[in-house]
């Protein structure tokens, strides 16, 4: 086999340098000639007989003028309309056979430029064939031959031209479209895949946050009760044994997400939602935060990203709460209106004169709390109080 460098190809027919003719341009100038020579000899019956020799001439160079009808067409066109037009000049008949190198040349112009600029050169060259056809032709030539044959025959090619061009540049608009497409469609999958990791990052943090933070305050609880109130100990034992239970759950749903396809048949924990907002209060009062919650309005149906997004605002927020206030209570409150879910939890930690938490805006939970309402299309608002403690404010819509 050839190497790939020189393995010859359909390409190599058309010519390196756009200036000078190739092989194919050749080809076509000698096919074209054979086909026009007749033209140079042929007369009406009965009239008088012409040498050959200033036809055949003219003939070869408009035939020589197609060896650049790709790089000049407008110059090709021109040289064999002047060819054609002294060939009736010296009596000829203006046949079709005449007229072969013009009509190539007039495609190639359709082909290459715009449809303005290949009409206006055929209508040119339709007049002045058909006026010196008039002025200087053979008497006895039909007038069909004068003026309709020439028209049609020039037309023909230059409208096969124009349609080529449109098609072709129909269908290098539907190829440059399913490209963009194409490539459309697999930024959408980087972008919903780069998302989805994302979330599943923020789900981690807060699944590893929350019950981390409740199973350090449970461990410490134990070392300072276990010497004189082991019954107490025990029973706090058995809480934080249900806190790494519940933490290994979640986490096992969460990156449950990347399991492989041979493993979707195993079952895994129910998302969570505002359904499980009392489980959840309920199990910061083992880490010596009470969590009231409470709900104003009529309660309704929210969308699943704006459910669990609930939930997990509020998760992160206690959990913040537990980490970095000296607070004993905190408050959840559920406001429900027509269009949207306003969810509030505050706490009773020291005045804004204390510095015991990072600035609003600051840290992870705060920016996955923002991200996380922004997600669903809702506000996100966290600051300190100035009766003291701290408050995250979300407003989530009802449908997203």
Not at 108 to 113: D, E, G, K, M, N
């Amino acid at each position: 086999m050839l190497p790939r460098a020189v393995r010859p190809s359909a390409e190599s027919w058309v010519p390196v340098n756009p200036n000078r003719p190739g092989p194919a341009d050749v080809a076509v100038a000698g096919a074209v000639f054979a086909c026009a020579f007749p033209g140079s000899v042929f007369t009406l019956p009965g009239g008088p007989e012409l040498p050959w020799e200033p036809g055949a001439l003219l003939t070869g160079v408009s035939c020589v003028a197609l060896l650049w009808y790709r790089c000049l067409p407008r110059t090709t066109v021109v040289v064999t309309a002047l060819s054609a037009t002294a060939m009736v000049g010296i009596g000829h008949v203006l046949s079709v056979l005449l007229l072969g190198p013009l009509m190539v040349a007039l495609y190639s112009l359709a082909l290459r430029t715009d449809r303005r600029t290949a009409n206006s050169f055929t209508l040119g060259g339709i007049a002045l064939l058909v006026g010196t056809a008039f002025l200087v032709g053979p008497a006895g030539e039909p007038l069909v031959l004068k003026l309709g044959g020439p028209a049609a025959w020039l037309l023909l090619p230059t409208s096969l031209g124009t349609a080529n061009r449109l098609r072709g540049a129909y269908l290098e608009a539907v190829r440059a479209r399913a490209e963009h497409a194409e490539r459309t469609r697999e930024e959408e999958a980087l972008r919903r895949v780069a998302e989805e990791r994302i979330r599943i990052a923020r789900d981690l943090h807060d699944v590893v946050a929350h019950h981390l933070v409740l199973a350090n305050l449970q461990a410490g609880a134990v070392a300072r009760q276990l010497p004189e109130r082991p019954v107490e100990a025990a029973r706090i034992v058995a809480e934080l044994t249900g806190t790494t239970a519940a933490a290994l759950r979640e986490l096992k749903s969460t990156v449950g997400l990347l399991r492989h396809s041979d493993d979707r048949d195993r079952p895994t924990e129910p998302t969570p939602g505002l359904a499980r907002l009392p489980e959840l209060a309920a199990s910061f009062e083992h880490a010596g935060l009470k969590v009231a919650v409470r709900v104003e309005g009529e309660p309704r149906p929210l969308s699943a990203g704006a459910d669990v997004t609930a939930y997990r605002i509020a998760q992160e927020a206690l959990t913040n709460v537990t980490k970095h206030a000296d607070a004993r209570s905190a408050e959840v409150r559920l406001v429900y209106s027509a269009v949207a879910l306003v969810l509030t939890v505050r706490d009773d930690g020291p005045g804004p004169g204390t510095r015991t938490r990072a600035a609003p805006g600051g840290g992870y939970g705060l920016i996955g709390m923002r991200e996380r309402a922004h997600s669903v299309g809702g506000r996100f608002r966290a600051e300190r109080r100035r009766e003291g403690g701290f408050e995250v404010v979300a407003e989530l819509p009802l449908q997203t």
